[in-house]
């Protein structure tokens, strides 16, 4: 089977008769493969960056709460300092028509507020950083 | 306006030469391709963030309105009348949304000689209120739910009317909206507190605590009838569209003709007669929409009329091959309807997908940004809608919709089957989009047996079963990743060119 | 095959899992498509330069089947056969051109239990030479032009039919094609001289003298029947196609249904029937096409049966709502026409333009290579039947068909008008294409007046006004290029990024 | 008016309140701009260079006869030191079944033949050049 680039990040891959047009497209660190419609989240990585990185994250007892998407923020609902459950609130972004308030997914103390009532967010941004409890 | 003459009746051309389409995305798209196709030059109006955008860039004229927010643009009515003043637009194509259904604006075009492509703003001032509407559509002899039409007295008059129409019933508010102020009652001593906790949500929600009482119609169907009036007082009706496939009170999916109305002879007359009138009685004219709830017995009840064209026209006018915005412009231009109910048939079938930038993986939260590679489905009986091309940024200030993708066979199996191939077509890169969503939903069985009602997708929700890949094309996925890895890093001098990669699934 | 589940009737899944589609470019990608709806996996072949065609992009499986001549690939039918094999294919559909009408490739699929999709092999063996073909249709009772059927003996005999039938009259090599070996006689006199020339000319290019005689029709329409029947003896006529709008004997412009047919009532349902009698005659199953020359008066004349589906098939799909590749595929599986006669109606007006990679301002030579962008229009009553995409690098080895555009509307003017916006809104960049010609074709007078006859386009061409931009637009095309030009230039840092531009117009 | 770029060389012109969409590519040392399915070419050059091309194409009086297409050779129908007509074939090309004459522009002599018979070519690939007679 000798790939076959179609277009940028569009492979048509034919093992033995089968044919099959994937369409790659670079998602932060991993990858969106889409076939027909249906598209799946795959990680690829070098072995060596790949340990280091899970090392990291197994060292990190803090969570960032990232806008899922660009937008405007409508409300702050923390101050660094307070202490929180996991679940809560703690900022609404809007856009599209649309509020969606984003959650801890831990409990915890905030220890970072990076973004204002109606500030403009892009889609990853790292609005909170929510330190969990030693123990 | 190049090349746009011997392209139209004379007739039209001669009242309307420019026109103005107070609106973006597709519906502003698809009213500029209607008036390209009449040899009418067209102006567009953008905001800050559509300078760019693909209706603009279809447009003979544009003019540039105001900020991103829509409060500051496609809802300013008085720019939106000075650009037509400036460019000398005769008359003003509202599409659907923004300025559509305000009457006041509507108003304000008629005081200023500019026509406004839609009813009359007293028709709209009319249907705009619901209490309004119903005794208008009740006086006209159209079936409404039963129940009161005013603000309840008291508890006791609750408990009398819904013993009286039967339960389950409904409490809504006068002044609501949005689910508000509602509650459903299955239990006559339920009715006392729930009409305290409706009134006081009325209070706090809208600054009026009148809440009236209606029957509560289980598992109903969304059916809506497409009508077309003159301004002489000739109106007819297209057929119906069933939108019951709803989330959160969003249709995503509409088709026409409606499956319920097919198994129930009769059935489509009867509606469309009860919609012609209750239009009529409100002194309607051009094209608009009669919404009925239709309950499992084939009883209809008059919902609200919207007053415009609908997002899902583009059904009906695949199955009776008569283009709506046409009309629409000729009857505000003062043409007669030339069509006879008898000149309406419907052929075949059509059905819609509404292609929204949200993230179905992520709650469906809306998904703006930067389309990076567009690829769009095409062949036999396939009609794109589009606001969208690759490359256009998708702004966060604006509704979500970015294609209309509807297909049309002769049979519901077929265009059920035609619209997955297309779906499967279909590529949107850069933002996340519903695509995923379609195909599921096709493929249920439920679905494509038509038993639909406006719970179906919550429903579905709860049963659906994750699609799940084929093994071997997941192994071929994640090879496609590892090329696209490998031609990035080869592209990447500092990064080593050939280093032994490996892949994980993460869901 | 993926997700075919629940798409299409039991019995046609059952006799087809798996069809190979013989064939490249947009009738490729047309069946597959079809074969997607129906549930059926799909096996493409390719030639060497057609590894990343759109048809394999799309199918299910794909064979390599020789180098990029198509002597070495498409036409080999061996290699074809084996690939049928190796893959489980029950099934060939050949599209058109390539093997679709060569009776020895049909009768090698029946030998070897692989369904042709198409005729038997016989019926295009009796139709596929024309004089076998004529005296077919003469025995059926279909007008054939009148003359004779058999090389002339002398010019005595000539002289003799010419007098009975009336000059002018054609002379045509019995083994003739491609107007060689062909002379139109308008006087008595000339008619030995005529004979003399065709005759020689014949033996040179066929190595076969025989001439025989025809009436020539002065201004004809090229008018064809859409027949489909099955293996049972049921056939049905579909309407017809106006062809007459050729370029070298090439179809540009195709409509349905034809203005000529409109303005004769019954000549549509004299001509279905004779069309249906030539083709029950020749025991003909499945899709196919009788072609007429139409006089001025509406006599029509048998010229020919095409055993296979048309390039131009889409026209017939949009205006009689039947899908006639699905239908190709159920007769093929043994299926019974289930549609009548009574079944078949036209509803408003279709019109296709095949866009070309040629180019008009050099002679219509080829233009393969690269497509560098391609905006394709959408919309209300557009289909597109495309074999190509942004990238990809049109060979040079086949014919020059690119994408069929289609539109259909309510009347023949407004389809007129939407093909006009729709050709407005194509681009495809890096090659040249027949784009601009579609405009000035339709914008003629007499091409929207529906006077049409198979000499229409070179009558135009000594007439055709070429366009001519508006100095504002032309104002805007040296803005456009000097911004580009600019963009370039600050890209390329060796050159003076801002230096005074001049342009020069060269058209 | 400020221009603006929607797509790689699209753009939309806004003169007053019209507005025009062109669609711009380079084409040899020209500009072909589309608006609407119209196109038009345009040369789009720095005075300097202009001056130059100018006077070096009036020194010349060669003739270079150049595949307008990419295609295969069937025929070469001259030869170095033919003497021959204007207008008179000197190569036949091939591409996508159509075979297509290349006629020499002006009289002269047949100073290069640069292609043979089954020979694939480029698209603007010169294939003869023919000289003017003095005089």
Known sequence: ?135 | MAGGSSRSPATLRDVFRKVLVANRGEIAVRVIRALREMGIASVAVYSDVDRAALHVRMADEAVGIGGAASTDSYLRGDRILAAARRTGAEAIHPGYGFLSENAEFAALCESEGIVFVGPSSSAIAKLGSKTSARKLAKAAGTPIPPGTEQGLKSAEEARAVAREIGFPVILKAEAGGGGKGMRRVEREQDIEAALRDASSEAERSFRNPAVYIEKFIVRPRHIEIQVLGDQYGNMIYLGERECSLQRRHQKVIEEAPSPFVERHPGLRQRMGEAAVAAALAAGYSNAGTVEFMVDDSGNFYFLEMNTRLQVEHPVTEMVTGIDLVHWQLRIAAGERLTLTQQDVSLRGWAMECRLYAEDPDNGYMPSPGEISTLALPSGPGIRLDSGVYPGWCVPMDYDPLLIKLAAWAGTRQEVVSRLIRALEETYIGGIRTNVEFFLDVLADAAFQAGDLHTGFLEEWFARRIPYSWPEADLELAREAAKLTAQTRAAKRPELPARSRWKEIPLR
Request: aromatic content about 2%; proline content about 6%; glycine content about 12%.
């Open chain 1, 1 to 135: 089977m000798k790939p076959v680039q179609a277009e940028p990040g569009v492979w048509s891959l034919t093992p033995g008769s089968r044919q099959r047009e994937l369409r790659v497209e670079p998602d932060g660190e991993q990858y969106r493969v889409t076939l027909r419609g249906r598209s799946v989240r795959l990680l690829v990585e070098d072995p060596r960056s790949w340990a280091g990185a899970a090392k990291g994250k197994g060292a990190s007892r803090a969570a960032k709460v990232a806008s899922p998407m660009p937008g405007r923020v409508v409300r702050v609902l923390v101050e660094v300092g307070h202490i929180i459950e996991a679940g809560q609130g703690v900022v609404v972004v809007e856009a599209m028509k649309m509020q969606n308030e984003l959650k801890s997914p831990i409990a915890g103390t905030v220890t970072q507020v990076q973004v204002s009532e109606g500030a403009n967010v892009n889609g990853k941004q790292v609005l909170v950083v929510v330190e969990a409890h030693a123990g």
